[in-house]
């Protein structure tokens, strides 16, 4: 079992930057995948971006590549989100995941453990 926490979100305006954490206990992440989903209202949850712990491969949906940097720290057993250049339609509350296959999934059904998600808001 995985257990993940995740921290770091609000509301900031646009244009502002936040940085989202991912704190996972239970197990070594060395041979698993990490990805940040989120879901606002209304909608479906999407793909944000994703990696793969052994050797930090990194991967973006194409709404937030250039903006948004995932990366992870070993020590910590923690993922990072930070985003810059905020749009209101980046606000969702945001999910941390974790597949326990080496690979970044863009499908949410292809993860197996999950946090509680963070809301971020984005004011315009």
């Known amino acids: 079992q995985v257990q993940l926490v995740e921290s770091g979100g609000g509301l900031v305006q646009a244009g502002g930057s936040l940085r989202l954490s991912c704190a996972a206990s239970g197990r070594t992440l060395s041979s698993y995948a990490m990805g940040w989903f989120r879901q606002a209202p209304g909608k479906e949850r999407e793909f944000v971006a994703g990696?793969?712990?052994?050797?930090?491969?990194?991967y973006y949906s194409d709404s937030v590549k250039g903006r948004f940097i995932i990366s992870r720290d070993n020590a910590k057993n923690t993922m990072y989100l930070q985003m810059n250049s905020l749009k209101p339609e980046d606000t969702a509350v945001y999910y941390c995941?974790?597949?326990?296959?080496?690979?970044?999934?863009?499908?949410?059904?292809?993860?197996?453990?999950w946090g509680q998600g963070t809301q971020v808001t984005v004011s315009s």
């Open positions: 995941a974790v597949t326990r296959q080496p690979v970044v999934y863009i499908l949410d059904r292809r993860y197996d453990y």
């Open positions: 990696i793969r712990w052994s050797d930090s491969s990194a």
